[in-house]
């Protein structure tokens, strides 16, 4: 038995294709500020600048009108966006204090709450985890609250471009000036085809990045300003199905144990979106030890556990996907997240927590310190590094840090699977983050070796289990066959290599033919999981890529 270390076989990040010296076009679009990304994360962003601005206007402070543009690679807003979710609604009800709970776009507060330990046969309930209590949050639809979001942003005049996904940093010196877009009507060979539209350049005072996770463009930003982090980013892949249910699901659900191996970190969700739907999903670690782990079949298998099938049988997949969520937590936060002329925010910098799996309001909030520290730069008329800075002391300073800082260790402690992980995190809990002390050093995942499992055939039925094709089908994705491969390939991928990842991906976008590699790259879903361990993911033609709804 061979083992596979996945770094050996991916290639480096293109970052001469990503950071661009060239002087922007004589066509390019002007704007004060470009957010690239239209998660809870960016929109947060423009709306709080735009009311920044109002209430200045207002007030007489004299800040003149200023150009607000938000870039999103998705053909409309929320296509892009998958979450679980349990919200915490701390940051919807600062941004708009003028509203009432029931006026967001949440779909239920959290009823009860119940966490398992599983094994193949057997759900025992055991007491919630201090991290993982949810009372007073609510379940929602990440695309309904970014469609919503958008619309409040709208409505204050922010500039929404959907379908333009930022391919490259523009920038001149050490600042970054703004992005290009991706072009679009290219064949498989990349020649223009009829419906070819070039690349299209924004210029911005300052561009605030809030692209989500494993973000291309803040990973090269780091590398050309050479931002490090004591630990390295992780990473877990989450697949996710919604259903509509005969009956209400009466709790939100948490799960750990089987279908995992005990050396992978991870676990599952159950929650109720209102009477008739249920959202289901499985978290894995991108740290896994088997490369034939595959976390769409382990999803498919654990539906047949009598603790999800009572809740979905004779119930209906409306919809599926699949994303990755940055867990390195406290140690992986990236020592600045400011720059001349720009600034992160979100899931790009890694604001998650996950012992709780809680990410949209660290998201939304950082958005907000963003627009402050914008605001306060462009009012001095000073976008420079230093004056953006102070973005870094806000969030540094806020609840974010606080609490990323208590669960510092808690992920990390996994690395020695499942039991000790559990007794350390435990531990950790009641110490709040003091024990064991220090860090505990982690490598990144694609430094993580995989040894191949025997195979274990799984043949989905159709009703409660899917095929990939199937899911595939289910996000939505209708990408035209003839686009070229975002994709790039590593050198020395073996059958071996070719078939660990074919289980990576849930999209099935990888497949092993002999000892060759194929690539069905339109199938891809932008999770990034091929980029954190495998071939590199880079911006597609706008607005290709999933078409989720309500997930
Ligand atoms: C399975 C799963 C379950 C989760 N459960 C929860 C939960 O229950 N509660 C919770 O609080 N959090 C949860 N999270 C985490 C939460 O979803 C994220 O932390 C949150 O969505 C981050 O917001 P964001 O705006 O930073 O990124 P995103 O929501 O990912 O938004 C980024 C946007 O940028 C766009 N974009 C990316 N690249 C480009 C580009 N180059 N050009 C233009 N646009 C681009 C994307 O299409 C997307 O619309 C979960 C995550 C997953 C994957
Ligand atoms: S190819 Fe696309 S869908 Fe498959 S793992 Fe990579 S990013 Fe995810």
Not at 159 to 182: H, K, Q, S, W, Y
Not at 450 to 465: V, W, Y
Not at 508 to 530: F, H, I, M, Q, S
């Amino acid at each position: 038995m061979s083992t596979i270390l996945p770094i050996r076989h991916q290639p480096p990040l293109p970052l001469d294709r990503l950071i661009l010296r060239d002087p922007p076009s004589a066509e390019a679009i002007e704007l004060d500020v470009l957010i690239v990304g239209a998660g809870p994360a960016g929109l947060a962003c423009a709306i709080e600048l735009a009311r920044l601005v109002k209430r200045d206007q207002e007030g007489g402070g004299g800040m003149p009108d200023l150009s607000i543009g938000v870039l999103e690679k998705a053909g409309s807003l929320g296509e892009h966006n998958l979450s679980g979710a349990v919200v915490n609604p701390r940051a919807f009800r600062e941004l708009f204090p003028e509203l009432q709970l029931a006026d967001f776009p949440f779909r239920q507060p959290v009823p009860e709450e119940a966490v398992y330990f599983m094994t193949r046969r057997r759900a025992q309930r055991i007491p919630t985890p201090p991290t993982m209590h949810n009372t007073g949050f609510y379940t929602a639809s990440i695309c309904e609250m970014v469609r919503w979001l958008g619309e409040r942003a709208e409505g204050l005049g922010v500039n929404l471009f959907a379908g333009f996904p930022a391919d490259a940093l523009l920038v001149e010196g050490n600042a970054v000036r703004g992005v290009r877009t991706t072009p679009t009507g290219l064949d498989r060979d990349r020649r223009p085809g009829a419906n070819y539209a070039e690349p299209t350049d924004l210029t911005a005072r300052v561009t605030v990045v809030a692209e989500g996770t494993r973000g291309l463009l803040g990973q090269a930003w780091r590398e050309w300003q050479r931002v490090g982090s004591p630990n390295p980013q992780l990473f877990a892949l989450g697949v996710k199905e919604l259903w509509e249910v005969k009956r209400p699901l009466d709790a939100v659900i948490h799960t750990l144990g089987w279908p995992l191996p005990t050396d992978a970190f991870g676990g599952s969700f159950m929650y109720p979106l209102g009477a008739t739907q249920v959202a289901v999903g499985l978290v894995v670690g991108l740290d896994y030890h088997d490369a034939r782990l595959d976390v769409h079949e382990l999803l498919q298998r654990m539906k047949l556990h009598s603790l999800f099938r009572r809740q979905l049988e004779g119930g209906q997949l409306l919809e599926w996907g699949a994303k990755t969520i940055p867990e390195g937590g406290y140690y992986a936060l990236p020592g600045r997240r400011s720059g001349d002329g720009v600034l992160f925010a979100g899931d790009t910098v890694g604001f998650v927590d996950v012992p709780s799996l809680k990410g949209i309001h660290y998201a939304m909030q950082s958005g907000m310190y963003a627009a402050r520290a914008t605001f306060a730069a462009l009012k001095g008329e000073d976008v420079s590094e230093a004056a953006l800075t102070a973005y870094d002391r806000m969030v540094d300073e806020s609840y974010i840090v606080a609490d990323m800082w208590r669960t510092r260790n808690m992920r990390l402690a996994f690395k020695d699977g499942l039991y000790v992980g559990g007794v350390k995190a435990g531990l950790m809990s009641l110490t709040a983050g003091r024990f064991p002390g220090g860090r505990i050093a982690m490598a990144e995942d694609a430094k993580a070796p995989r040894t191949t499992s025997p195979a274990q055939p799984f043949m989905p039925d159709g009703a409660l289990t899917f095929s990939k094709v199937d899911a595939v089908f289910k996000s939505g994705n209708a990408t035209r066959d003839t686009i070229p491969s975002h994709l790039v390939v590593g050198e020395n991928v073996t059958g071996e290599v070719a078939d660990f990842y074919s289980h990576l991906c849930p999209a099935g976008v990888y497949e092993r033919v002999g000892d060759e590699l194929r690539v069905n790259a339109p199938n891809c879903v932008d999770c990034k999981a091929t980029d954190v361990l495998g071939p590199r993911w880079t911006p597609r033609e706008g607005g290709s890529g999933p078409k989720y709804r309500a997930m």
